[in-house]
């Protein structure tokens, strides 16, 4: 009786010991990504990794590149690799999409992109932009998070797409819009902080 009950006291600590060493201190955000992350159509520098910094109070890096296309991220990636103790946000495809790459070619290259990131001390986190018009993005998106089981976070846009006052152009937020685009992704990390 003894024996088992000293086992099971041991296990348990053997399992929140484990537990807490495989936790990652978060200790910034890396925003990567295209035009949506650079905050293409916002005034004053405020995009949605500004306003990330406010909510979070962690220092957030903004590696948007407006026009970039998955490919674009992939050839990129060694910047990236170089952060640590990170979540890094990964939003890529729209592009993609309006330049009609072929979406097999996308999910190739936001896999390459997931893999290399992995192999990292970060979680990375996939961003997808809107799940009604760029439907097949999403669902190739969704199906490469459960896949590679990394947190997914669904259409940043969502909330925001039938408001075009919180737009400054067809695809991409004003300040305001980006604000709320902000606010969503905190929701979704903040567990992680």
Not at 38 to 55: D, K, V
Not at 123 to 141: F, N
Request: charged letters at 20%; aromatic letters at 10%.
């Amino acid at each position: 009786m003894f024996k088992k009950f000293f086992l099971f006291l041991f296990l348990i600590c053997m399992l929140t010991s484990c537990s807490k060493n495989n936790q990652i201190q978060i200790n910034s955000i890396v925003c990567f990504g295209d035009s949506l992350t650079q905050g293409y159509g916002s005034s004053e520098g405020n995009t949605y990794p500004y306003f990330l910094q406010q909510l979070t109070n962690l220092p957030v890096v903004n590696k948007g590149i407006n026009g970039n296309t998955s490919k674009d991220g992939l050839n990129r990636i060694d910047d990236i690799l170089t952060a640590q103790n990170s979540i890094i946000l990964v939003e890529f495809g729209a592009n993609d999409f309006f330049q009609q790459i072929p979406i097999s070619e996308t999910r190739e290259n936001m896999e390459q992109i997931i893999d290399k990131l992995k192999t990292t001390d970060n979680v990375v986190v996939l961003v997808s932009i809107e799940d009604k018009q760029l439907k097949q993005l999403y669902t190739m998106l969704k199906s490469l998070a459960k896949e590679k089981k990394v947190l997914f976070i669904n259409g940043m846009l969502n909330e925001i797409w039938n408001d075009r006052t919180l737009f400054s152009d067809e695809v991409h937020p004003n300040s305001k819009g980006y604000k709320i685009v902000a606010e969503k992704i905190y929701k979704n990390i903040k567990y992680l902080l």
